[in-house]
């Protein structure tokens, strides 16, 4: 049974990040908190190497686990974190960055000598049309939001977790994925420090929602949801966590609508749809080659 709702507990899990960044962000500065989320990443890592008797990777592998870790958590929390900070919606920062597999698509039509199915291309032209219907439709930002620097933060965001999912799927083929987090989370811990010390001052309120937000992030999403993709990979069912990716937005843009209000015209939900369908169509194709 398990096996069987994995995917859909680990994509449930991946959801409420964002969430939990809103949470937390009103108490600590978006790199900030991605720092101190980083530390206490790395104590578990070493806790979970030790309990599971996993290696860690040292030299070439350490160094790629490292840059691949710049892109995937500083890049691309520090993107995502970023934009929800200056008011974003949740729901429209999940949306824009989990259109990365058609980003990843175009990328490789254009770069290499994959070509894609009609249902793919069928899935693109879906998911411009979705997309655009959210970002033109009427969702809740707070007043005086700088959208374009929202737009700028998330879209960078998308780019850092395409380039970075590339550069590990090339790179990283055979690392040990608990050793490689460890490293990940190092890079992105070093790169973030000075960053959350010159802009932030490293200031936190430590209150119980940031604290809950905080022990969440780690303990849930960085721990939990980890091991949860090494139970796949075991039983085989890894490659079942791309056919329900799609479903990311729109369970993220229910939970900022739950908890924060965050409203969005029928035109919005319909877009919403639209791009879920148009990932779907992507990566179903691609897991059937």
């Given at each position: 049974?398990?096996?069987?709702?994995?995917?859909?507990?680990?994509?449930?899990?991946?959801?409420?990040?964002?969430?939990?960044?809103?949470?937390?962000?009103?108490?600590?500065?978006?790199?900030?908190?991605?720092?101190v989320?980083?530390?206490?990443?790395?104590?578990?890592?070493?806790?979970?190497?030790?309990?599971?008797?996993?290696?860690?990777?040292?030299?070439?592998?350490?160094?790629?686990?490292?840059?691949?870790?710049?892109?995937?958590?500083?890049?691309?929390?520090?993107?995502?974190?970023?934009?929800?900070?200056?008011?974003?919606p949740t729901?429209?920062?999940?949306?824009?960055?989990?259109t990365?597999?058609?980003?990843?698509?175009?990328?490789?039509?254009?770069?290499?000598?994959?070509?894609?199915?009609?249902?793919?291309?069928?899935?693109?032209?879906?998911?411009?049309?979705?997309?655009?219907?959210?970002?033109?439709?009427?969702?809740?930002w707070?007043?005086?939001?700088?959208?374009?620097?929202?737009?700028?933060?998330?879209?960078?965001?998308?780019?850092?977790?395409?380039?970075?999912?590339?550069?590990?799927?090339?790179?990283?083929q055979?690392?040990?994925?608990?050793?490689?987090?460890?490293?990940?989370?190092?890079?992105?811990?070093?790169?973030?420090?000075?960053?959350?010390?010159?802009?932030?001052?490293?200031?936190?309120?430590?209150?119980?929602?940031?604290?809950?937000?905080?022990?969440?992030?780690?303990?849930i999403?960085?721990?939990?949801?980890?091991?949860?993709?090494?139970?796949?990979?075991?039983?085989?069912?890894?490659?079942?966590?791309?056919?329900?990716?799609?479903?990311?937005?729109?369970?993220?843009?229910?939970?900022?609508?739950?908890?924060?209000?965050?409203?969005f015209?029928?035109?919005?939900l319909?877009?919403?749809?639209?791009?879920?369908?148009?990932?779907?169509?992507?990566?179903?194709?691609?897991?059937?080659?």
């Amino acid at each position: 049974m398990l096996k069987t709702w994995a995917p859909f507990f680990f994509v449930l899990l991946w959801s409420t990040g964002f969430i939990g960044a809103k949470f937390g962000l009103p108490y600590a500065g978006p790199a900030t908190f991605l720092f101190v989320r980083m530390v206490f990443n790395i104590l578990m890592f070493i806790l979970l190497i030790a309990l599971l008797k996993s290696s860690y990777p040292t030299g070439r592998q350490a160094f790629h686990a490292m840059v691949s870790g710049l892109l995937i958590h500083a890049g691309y929390l520090g993107g995502v974190f970023a934009a929800i900070n200056v008011g974003m919606p949740t729901g429209l920062s999940s949306l824009i960055v989990g259109t990365q597999p058609l980003v990843t698509a175009v990328i490789l039509v254009t770069m290499t000598d994959e070509r894609l199915k009609k249902s793919q291309w069928l899935g693109l032209v879906i998911g411009v049309v979705g997309v655009a219907l959210v970002v033109q439709g009427k969702m809740t930002w707070p007043p005086g939001t700088d959208k374009t620097w929202a737009y700028v933060f998330v879209l960078s965001a998308l780019a850092c977790i395409t380039i970075g999912t590339l550069y590990q799927k090339k790179f990283c083929q055979g690392i040990d994925l608990v050793g490689c987090a460890f490293w990940q989370y190092v890079a992105s811990a070093v790169v973030l420090f000075p960053v959350a010390l010159l802009n932030e001052g490293l200031s936190v309120e430590w209150s119980g929602t940031f604290i809950l937000a905080l022990a969440w992030s780690v303990v849930i999403l960085s721990g939990v949801a980890v091991l949860l993709l090494l139970y796949m990979i075991k039983q085989g069912a890894a490659s079942k966590v791309t056919s329900v990716m799609y479903l990311v937005p729109p369970v993220t843009a229910f939970q900022g609508w739950l908890f924060f209000d965050e409203a969005f015209a029928l035109t919005g939900l319909l877009g919403f749809v639209l791009a879920s369908l148009s990932v779907y169509l992507v990566m179903k194709a691609k897991s059937s080659t």
